[in-house]
């Protein structure tokens, strides 16, 4: 042989120095295997066999913490475009109160308020409420049958905007100062600002849950890899002692990982997309009814955007990638203890 | 090849196992390491194959001081020693082709490329037919063998083999005996730890004798 330049030694004899040839499995041998091998030219197994990772509970773990992200996701999207349709809808109305005060002829202020509206840029409609509207906006709280004109009762103009970028409401609120005393221009800035921030709380809370579930993930990603892994010390030490990088002992568990992750990741993700469908045709079903109709006008309808069946979509592919990459990094730690 | 100088091994707080170690294995050397059980051979073979660090003394591998070898580098050099364990040591979800071929295939190397060199290495330790088998099936000597050609498959420069004739019967162990001198002729140096005197006495070669942690050695 030589031995560094040849698989078996040169120049031996076929029946010189090696052992007695067994019988062929294919002719007859008893001890053969039935199930497939992988000899040449077939494709070759792994490494790290599936049966001694624990997977089907890892897959469910991970398919029930996907289910839940993507459900956390489909929900904060949900709100989110609900609080962008609420903030649409206020931007394009505004409404001037006209307070009263001794010896304002409210009816001239009404009048001169409109007018000063008509001529600013980006209103498209403008519409004083008469006194009767304004006694009916007041009904619910103080009851019908009252007589109005003795109390110091505000009047409202709403305005309708055409553009609300057109619309300058720092100019109009000091114009309305000059020409009209006693109106104030509301913008529902402050309810609007509420309501973003209502929106953006929702939107963190979701994104903690989210973290919380992923972090969650991990953790059950590090104590199955810490399994497969004292499982399969043996295959780790030959794999040692015949040469092995760590790199390339991790790539065989972060290969079965990711396929566990990416399993787990599709049933969960299909599960949540299912459910994004199956509540959006119920509520399709249900309008009309005085319950869905109420949920509608307090919420809007309930459609999940195409934001959110992507945010699903990444959410299946970031746990699959965390699991991979949390399974590499548990591995490399592990071998660096047993080393 | 392999420095030895004035190695001490204990395991733990417990006394040493091995005391004062000095010897070379010298390149294209042929030796039997013996010695009563429990005297230390497999931790001293565990030392040769750096699955262990020593306590004390200084040991060199290729020329690199494996205490301060760097992590990184351990595969490198464990990929220039075959090894042969006295318990074979074989996966058992891989065939017998694939737990030969594994040393290569850790390497980075495409199937392709050593299909043949595998193939024609399991012919020559006999096995030959039996590329399919699983561990699980074969007999304790095709066990051997394929430990043996796996050892041998990525042509180390240092053979250890432990107990390599344990399992099998005198006749095949004069032929696995065979095997390892002929793998000696053809440049590579071959350790073989056993306490089967008449194997020894079939081959003249240097004797590293244990006896109670130190070494003698008669060449």
């Keep these: 042989m030589s031995g560094r330049n040849g698989a078996a030694p040169a120049g031996r004899r076929e029946d ?9 499995p294919r002719g007859g041998d008893l001890r053969a295997q039935s199930r497939p091998a992988a000899g040449p030219g077939r494709r070759l197994g792994p490494i790290v066999p599936a049966s001694s990772v624990s997977g089907t509970t890892l897959v469910m773990v991970i398919a029930i913490m996907t289910y839940l992200a993507g459900l956390t996701v489909g929900g904060v999207d949900l709100v989110r475009a609900t609080a962008d349709d609420w903030a649409r809808d206020i931007v394009r109305e505004t409404t001037i109160q006209i307070r009263p005060a001794e010896g304002r002829d409210m ?14 840029r980006g209103v498209s409609e403008v519409r004083p409420y008469s006194k009767a509207e304004t006694a009916r906006l007041l009904e619910p709280w103080l009851g019908s049958g009252l007589s109005f004109d003795d109390l110091p009762i505000p009047r409202l103009v ?10 300058d409401a720092v100019a109009m609120q000091a114009k309305l100062e000059r020409e009209a005393p006693g109106a104030t221009l509301d913008d529902h800035r402050r309810f609007l600002d509420r309501l973003v921030a209502m929106a953006r709380t929702i939107v963190w809370l979701g994104v903690g849950v989210l973290a919380l579930m992923l972090a969650a993930t991990v953790l059950s990603v590090v104590f199955a890899t810490r399994g497969a892994m004292a499982g399969n010390r043996d295959i780790v030490q030959v794999l040692h002692f015949v ?13 079965r990982f990711l396929r566990l992750g990416l ?15 199956t509540a959006g045709l119920m509520a399709d079903q249900g309008v009309g009814t005085a319950a869905v109709d109420q949920v509608d006008a307090l919420f809007g309808r309930f459609e999940v955007g195409a934001s959110a069946y992507a945010g699903v979509l990444s959410i299946v592919l970031i746990i699959a990638a965390l699991t991979s990459i949390t399974s590499r990094v548990t591995v490399y730690r592990t071998l660096r203890a047993m080393g | 090849m392999l420095r030895f100088e004035n190695v001490g091994l204990r395991y733990g707080l417990g006394a040493e196992v091995l005391r004062d170690l000095s010897f070379a294995i010298e390149p294209n050397s042929f030796q039997f390491l013996t010695g009563p059980s429990g005297a230390g051979k497999t931790s001293l073979l565990r030392l040769m194959f750096l699955a262990l660090k020593p306590t004390r003394g200084l040991v060199r591998v290729f020329g690199r001081d494996i205490l301060t070898l760097p992590p990184r580098e351990l595969p490198g050099l464990r990929r220039r ?34 299909r043949a060199e595998v193939v ?18 074969l007999s304790g ?79």
């Design chain 1, 263 to 277: 399993k787990g990741g599709c049933a969960g993700g299909a599960a949540a997309i299912a459910t994004f469908l």
């Design chain 2, 141 to 219: 000597g095709e066990k051997q063998r394929a430990a043996i050609a796996r050892a041998l498959v990525a042509q180390p420069e240092m053979l250890l083999a432990d107990e390599p004739t344990g399992n099998v019967d005198p006749q095949l162990a004069r032929r696995i005996l065979r095997l390892f001198v002929e793998l000696h002729k053809s440049g590579t140096s071959v350790v073989i730890a056993t306490h089967d005197i008449a194997l020894m006495d079939l081959y003249d070669a240097r004797r590293l004798v244990l006896h109670e942690g130190r070494l003698h050695v008669y060449e």
């Design chain 1, 243 to 255: 040469g092995a990088r760590d790199g390339y002992i991790a790539g065989q568990f972060q290969r």
């Design chain 1, 158 to 167: 709403v305005l309708k905007l055409s553009d609300a970028t057109q619309f």
């Design chain 1, 16 to 24: 010189d120095e090696a052992p007695a040839k067994t019988q062929s």
């Design chain 1, 107 to 120: 009816d001239a202020s009404v009048a001169r308020v409109s007018e000063i509206a008509r001529g600013t």
């Design chain 2, 81 to 114: 020693i075959g090894v042969v364990f006295q318990d074979f040591r074989l996966l058992d979800h891989m065939t017998t082709y694939e737990n030969v071929a594994l040393p290569l295939r850790v390497a980075g190397r495409e199937e392709s490329s050593y």
């Design chain 2, 120 to 137: 024609e290495l399991l012919g020559w330790v006999g096995l030959g037919e039996r590329l399919d088998a699983f561990p699980s099936v």
